[in-house]
């Protein structure tokens, strides 16, 4: 852990630049979900039990360096205000002076920092700026901590930081379950295609000890393989592609656990018709939607032997009934391992919180991740500027 928390910080007297995640969904105006903005209330709640007074620094949509009315972090503010239970002085143009001005503890929202180009090209003068408002910096936003951006990196090079509440808590599930895990570990990489996936599997197959793959890109793999698989979601020109990570996996020790039998279907639709049928016998016309019961068994057997799980991505095409089967199933035991205490389940990315809270199972993981593209890159092992700058 090279990163400082809230607790390694004196924040007495201190204006602290927090960068937090508010990107809510809006409807005709309104905040539809206010989630994202809940989850930051314990790091204003602590600056502010420390005697410090919080500076919230936040983008909101991709404005793309101008001033766009519609994103304004001002329409936001109500559901702020509300959420974190405490007045909000939104500021649009901050100065030192007048921050210096306010009460110690007051919560304080700039605008948008996605209004000026300098933010997403990180320029060093937009960080210079920024860190001349205060005196600490901290990070809250893991899901923005993938960009190297001046309010998510720039910034934190120039004044003493620190991980939030949120990031802090992000960081420990993703260092419990790929950094230094208990083990064994079972990763599960599910979803469309195996073209999105490539660096998450190529680098999971050298971190785990059981990879599951499921939905759509494992018929590449069967494929690849040599099997038929008839009409499925297949790409076929990554054969090669797929041969190599069954390599790789062997190499270093990690089985690869692709499904034995398959639910297919003639229409990609709720309730269509569809049967069971072995892996090596899809009908020509047939498309395979989800995984069949053997494989289902098959991950629970591997499941039952981990101690930590890492999730992204669904088993089938879990949107649409009954072609969710295989995803419930595996996420619920999932769900109740962990409830038991004898698994450490990490999920995130994607449409992978929407099919664990389908399964209702989304409550009762370790932590479910819902910062999508840092999740995914930090997942292939790549170095988020947002949090190396911590360090
Ligand atoms: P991803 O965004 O890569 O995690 O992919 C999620 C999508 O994969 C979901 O919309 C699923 O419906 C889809 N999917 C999963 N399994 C299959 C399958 N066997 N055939 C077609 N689509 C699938």
Excluded at 16 to 32: K, Y
Excluded at 231 to 255: M, Q, V
Excluded at 346 to 358: R, S
Aim: net charge negative.
């Amino acid at each position: 852990m090279a990163w400082k928390t809230l607790d390694d910080m004196d924040l007495n007297g201190k204006i602290v630049l927090t960068r937090v995640d508010i990107n809510v969904p809006m409807a005709d105006g309104i905040v539809t979900d206010a989630t994202r903005i809940a989850r930051i209330k314990p790091t204003i709640d602590d600056i502010v039990a420390k005697g410090g007074t919080p500076v919230m620094l936040a983008h909101f949509g991709r404005p793309k360096g101008q001033y766009v009315a519609e994103m304004s972090l001002s329409h936001i503010l109500p559901a702020v205000k509300e959420t974190l239970g405490r007045d909000v002085i939104f500021v649009e143009k901050p100065s030192r002076e007048a921050l210096d001005a306010l009460a110690i503890g007051s919560v304080v929202l700039v605008e948008n920092t996605r209004f000026t180009d300098k933010e997403t090209d990180n320029d060093p003068e937009m960080a210079r700026f920024l860190a001349s408002l205060g005196d600490v910096f901290c990070n809250d936003a893991f899901s923005a901590a993938h960009r190297a951006h001046a309010s998510t990196e720039g910034v934190a090079h120039l004044l003493p930081s620190c991980a939030g509440r949120l990031m802090q808590a992000e960081l420990s599930a993703l260092e419990a379950a790929l950094t230094t895990p208990e083990r064994p570990v079972v990763a599960v990489v599910g979803g469309a295609k195996v073209s999105t996936k490539l660096d998450l599997l190529a680098n999971l197959v050298r971190k785990v000890d059981y990879l599951v793959i499921g939905g759509g890109m494992a018929n590449t793999f069967l494929a690849a393989q040599g099997i038929d698989v008839g009409k499925s979601l297949c790409e076929h020109d990554l054969a090669e592609t797929a041969r190599d990570i069954l390599k790789k996996a062997d190499e270093a020790g990690c089985e690869i656990v692709l499904p034995k039998d398959a639910r297919v279907a003639w229409e990609f639709a709720a309730n269509a018709k569809n049967e069971i049928v072995d892996v090596t016998a899809v009908p020509s016309d047939a498309m395979i939607l989800d995984a069949g019961p053997a494989s289902v068994e098959r991950v629970a057997e591997v499941f039952k032997t981990a101690k930590t799980l890492i999730w992204n991505g669904p088993l089938g095409a879990f949107e649409i009934e009954p072609f969710d089967t295989a995803t419930n199933a595996a996420a619920q035991q999932a769900a109740a391992m962990t409830k038991a205490g004898d698994l450490i389940s990490v999920a995130g990315g994607g449409d992978t919180v929407a099919a664990l809270n389908k399964a209702g199972a989304g409550d009762d993981f370790t932590y479910i991740s819902t910062a999508g593209g840092a999740f995914l890159e930090w997942m292939e092992g790549k170095t988020l500027p947002g949090v190396a700058a911590l360090g």
